[in-house]
């Protein structure tokens, strides 16, 4: 019987929380489209079915973390409403059912979602919203995909590199690179110039031939002292693909990983406590933020079975007024972390835990 009731009501949910997603998802590509269907009347632009589908792709996934909580609020309103007005909620409770095991296909639903959510800014998100960034930044005349120039000033001015071109698909080598070494009193030591380098084994390699230039501490180019490699290990280059790819592409979608790099990178150059506010942040924020699914669910089921059993619009508004809410005071408690009136790690669990608690408060309130 539990058996049988568990998947009638992920049916009942899952059907107009595909519409939903659907639908919403719909809606932000049309909007999106209409910088992709100007472009195709420009004769410099570079779109092909690839580029239209990139540019799309990787615009969903940096919205996909702001629809999907309000996929489960609509889909969960109307589920819930659903069973209240053809009498089924009143029908399992009279049955001995608990409410806890009719919700329980909704709320696993949401944990999955939650961690899809997750593994779209971990493993998605990154690449594909930085290709679609870049061909919007260029007005649609790259493809988003062309190895772009890169660069990297190492903490403390030890060194810099010049990267001619970076591909996201192979972050591990670089091409066109030139690495220049400074002395303790900033002026230049050596510089590296290759046609390629590759991390292998922790260790940043020159391949393809390596002019090794030398300078006096004038900086001036000492020739003679000029000498040409097959190869050359960067033994003091300790930074790691992850570290040059943070330094040049936007940190708000950087994996977990990527946010590590930076945050090392930068703090090892000096951060204010503002920027280290602001950081820890939205380190937090970004394990938090696939948590609003499963909050914005918790809160939306006694929602529409008040919807149900009263009128449907003051249950609407009720949930409606929870998620606006929510995000009202996700913003507030940033605005309080930045300026150093709250720490991050508590500013990011406020939304949660007050809403929660309101969450609970609900549940009780029924029946």
């Not at 539990?2 to 009638?8: C, G, N, T």
């Not at 472009?39 to 580029?51: I, L, M, N, Q």
């Not at 990297?152 to 070494?181: C, K, Q, Y």
């Not at 924020?285 to 008040?306: D, R, W, Y």
């Amino acid at each position: 019987m539990s058996r049988i009731l568990f998947f009638y009501v992920l049916r009942s949910f899952a059907v107009p929380a595909l519409i939903c997603l659907f639908g919403l998802c719909a809606l932000t590509l049309l909007f999106m489209s209409f910088d992709l269907i100007g472009a195709f009347f420009d004769e410099a632009s570079v779109v092909t079915a690839r580029v239209a589908v990139d540019f799309l792709w990787g615009t969903l996934s940096m919205y996909l973390e702001w629809l999907l909580p309000a996929v489960f609020l609509l889909a969960t309103l109307y589920t819930m409403w659903q069973f209240c007005r053809h009498s089924e909620l009143i029908a399992m409770r009279a049955g001995g059912i608990g409410l806890g095991v009719i919700v329980a296909p909704i709320l696993l639903t949401a944990l999955v979602a939650a961690g899809l959510s997750f593994a779209n800014t971990e493993l998605v998100k990154p690449v594909a919203a930085t290709r679609a960034l870049l061909i919007k930044d260029s007005d649609f005349k790259q493809t988003g995909r062309d190895p772009m120039p890169a660069g990297f000033a190492a903490p403390g001015n030890d060194h810099a590199w010049s990267i001619g071109r970076m591909d996201l698909a192979d972050i591990e080598t670089l091409r066109d690179v030139r690495v220049t070494f400074m002395r303790p009193d900033g002026s230049m030591q050596v510089t590296y110039e290759a046609p390629e380098a590759r991390w292998v084994d922790g260790t940043w390699w020159l391949q393809g031939g390596v002019t090794c230039l030398y300078y006096d501490e004038l900086n001036r180019l000492e020739p003679a002292r000029t000498r040409r490699l097959p190869n050359q290990p960067l033994v003091r280059a300790t930074e790691t693909p992850r570290q040059i790819l943070a330094q040049n592409f936007d940190a708000a979608l950087a994996s977990f990983a990527d946010r590590k790099a930076n945050r090392k990178t930068r703090e090892q150059s000096g951060m204010t406590t503002e920027q280290k506010n602001e950081d820890s942040y939205a380190t937090y924020n970004h394990f938090a933020a696939p948590f609003a699914i499963v909050l914005v669910t918790l809160f939306a089921i006694p929602a529409g079975i008040a919807s149900g059993r009263q009128s449907v619009f003051r249950g609407i508004l009720l949930a409606i007024g929870l998620f606006i809410g929510y995000y009202a005071l996700t913003f507030a408690a940033m605005f309080l972390s930045n300026n150093d009136i709250v720490k991050p790690a508590l500013a990011v669990a406020l939304p949660c835990i007050v809403f929660a608690v309101v969450s609970v408060a609900l549940f009780r309130k029924l029946p």
